[in-house]
């Protein structure tokens, strides 16, 4: 797997070289029968689902003109009052039917258009491959930020009656393959250009399933209106607009019957199409190839995934970075090998389903050896192997125009160009903190919970009155820490499980408190009583309280190590002698301040994140009930979470974040909270709350990962040898915080 190097564009002689690699064209074969079957399904389908759709509107219209026609004869009576509510009834129906296909669709990234004369070799590369796989070429070719190729009409529908074809091509693709496999990758997406009256009638149906999906699953703010009617008519209102909604929830299941109808036929056809595509890559770039292309697109899917995590990070320290698909490809080293064997495990294990639009992972593979093909790909000088962005004549400027455009269309106004940064810059720094964090594993040998954060000692940035007892301390700490190891990991699975369970029986309570019914199950409970909820979550306190007890012993050892590591830096003679010490000493004094206060902070967590829980299942009930006691326990515990965000907020002062980043520094609430919502804005608070807990707890792994790497490097300084990482999985520093 290679690493990008945004090479200059190749020498004519390369490219030479690789146009005539394909001179040899494909043999022409007909599909096979599931093919044309499945073909002509989806072409019966397209005429069924819009003639039934149809069908139900004209009904509902008919329904409303017959019974207006024949009402408005009759007396004032109770058969008149019957026949004005049936109208009234399909009258509303048709309105709540045909209102969501008129709303607006959401944001959608436009990929970047490259042209001819920007790209001329790409072009004539593409053209090549066409005519190597019998397809038609693409009209345009377009870029984005996704480890992922397409190819479709341009225009929409409207374009489904015109011949032109557009291929996006993901540009983290380009920068993690070589020629032969991004040329497999071209082959398949011309597959599919090559199938042109199954294209088009996939993309129809699958427009006209939008449609119905849409309108048989859609819900607005007038469907929770009318939802709520009920609960606050009177018991004759109430029948009435229970009878209006029986008829709306009918007349949605028919449609949604029809949509899965649609979607089952649509998906078979399309895994067809599938195979077809797979055929003509296979056939050209060998099966040797594709297979090891199909291998390639897991770890680039989660390079890329860990690319948009490294992006959110940044943007909290107002930074983004100029090259995505750079930014994505240098996290593929960091990927570990066991994701990837859990990624293809996953993967082979997989069955396709009657939903699935593409055939599984194993049955590609299979059908890749079943073929046994060699390519007509013939290479020389092994031209195939270069990376493949050789293809492009400036890879690095079509790769920031691209991420431009992204950051235009997911931030909207808030996008600001001086937030930009210089991608290798930010991936230095990245690379350092991963360093930090595999040091920090390995300093503690084990995971330390997110809420229970070490406290440094008080003279632990003062020099010790003795070295030589100072170094005492940190070898009999240490030793200590590391006999207490095997336990703590024990009890921190404990402590989990415990949490877990007192969480939930506090809801549970919480739930009982405002006299909600709730499955016991749900919770984790075996009865719902309140005697029975009240002890479990006694129960679980106190369980919560000796866990916590007996972790103290390796803590107090881990504090006390941490700490005298870290005051031997301002020993002189050790400043002199271990590698920019001095510097290393100043930075440690900058962070230890920031330690203490976050460590302060994150005393807060638990409490405010079972706030937040409460919320979230109080808020759940809504749409069941509508007592004054539920939406008042809601109002307690916004009050409660804006009261701690409050008090955060104003304790986290103007304390600058450890590193000044772009024009000026950032401070702690800049960077977590920059402001507390308005204790009525419930949207607000249960977003800010998630985000300022995710964001001091990386903070907290940052920093911490910082001091502990410093303390490594005086242990091994002193002799003291370097702990090597215990195999148990992920650790704190290689996991995304959640919450």
Known sequence: MKTATLSKPADPRVRQLLLESLEIELPKRRPSLAYFLSLMAVGLAMLLMPLLCL???????????????????????????????????????????????????????????????????????????????GAPPPTSIRVDCEANASAGYSHGFWGLWSNNMVLVIGLPLVAGMNVRQFTSILAHEFGHFSQEYGMRHSALIRGINHWLFTAAYARGSWDYKLANLPERSGLNIGLWIRGIQFCIWISRSFIAFISHLGHFISCHMSRQMEYDADRHAILLTGSNAYISTLKLLGPLS????????????????????????????????????????????????????????????????????????????????????????????????????????????????????????????????????????????????????????????????????????????????????????????????????????????????????????????????????????????????????????????????????????????????????????????????????????VGKLMTRIPDLVLSHRKLGVLVSRINKHSRPELFHSIEIQMRDIHNSLTSIHKEMGKHLYPTAYGEKAITFREYALPQVPEVENFFALFLVTQEACVSLMALQIRIFSKLAHAAERVETFVRLPQLPPRQTGDTPAQKQPEN
């Open 55 to 133: 069908g139900l509107l004209s009904l509902l219209v008919y329904a409303i003109w017959w019974n207006w026609t024949y009402t408005k004869n009759l007396p004032a009576g109770q058969l008149a009052f019957y026949n004005y509510f049936i109208m009234v009834a399909c009258a509303i129906t048709l309105v709540f039917l045909v209102k969501p296909l008129i709303g607006r669709n959401g944001f959608r990234t436009r990929p970047v258009r490259l042209k001819r004369e920007a790209e001329p070799f790409l072009y004539e590369y593409v053209e090549k491959v066409c005519l190597a796989v």
């Open 302 to 597: 989660m390079a890329t995934e860990m690319a948009k995590e490294d992006l959110s990070e940044f943007y909290r320290q107002e930074r983004l970075a100029d090259n995505i698909p750079l930014l994505a490809n240098t996290n593929v080293p960091h990927i570990r090998p066991e994701w990837i064997e859990k990624w293809k495990q996953q993967e082979m294990e997989r069955k396709t389903h009657w939903y699935d639009t593409h055939p599984n992972y194993h049955d590609r593979i299979l059908f890749a050896v079943k073929a046994d093909s060699a390519g007509s790909m013939q290479a020389r000088e092994k031209v195939d192997e270069l990376p493949a962005e050789i293809l492009f004549d400036n890879f690095d400027k079509t790769c920031r125009a691209s991420t431009l455009k992204l950051y235009e269309a997911v931030l909207g106004t808030n996008f600001r160009k001086s937030c930009i940064r210089d991608t290798g810059k930010l991936v230095r720094e990245r690379d350092m903190n991963y360093e930090a964090g595999k040091a920090l594993d390995r300093y503690f040998q084990v995971h330390i919970p997110i809420q229970r954060p070490l406290r440094l000692t008080e003279d632990v940035m003062n020099r010790p009155k003795s070295a030589n007892a100072t170094l005492g301390d940190l070898r009999q700490s240490r030793q200590e820490m590391l006999s207490h190891v095997d336990e703590y990991e024990r009890l921190t699975k404990c402590l989990t499980a415990a949490e877990s369970t007192w969480t939930q029986a506090a809801q549970a309570h919480l739930l009982n408190s405002v006299n909600l019914a709730f499955r016991p199950r749900d919770f984790g409970l075996t009865s719902n009583e309140r005697e029975d909820v009240k002890t479990r979550l006694k129960q679980s306190s106190n369980s919560l309280q000796v866990i916590r007890t007996k972790m103290l012993p390796f803590e107090d050892a881990a504090e006390q190590r941490l700490s005298a590591a870290l005051q031997l830096l301002n020993v002189p003679e050790l400043i002199r002698q271990i590698g920019e010490g001095e510097i290393l000493r100043k930075e440690i004094h900058d962070l230890i301040p920031t330690a203490n206060l």
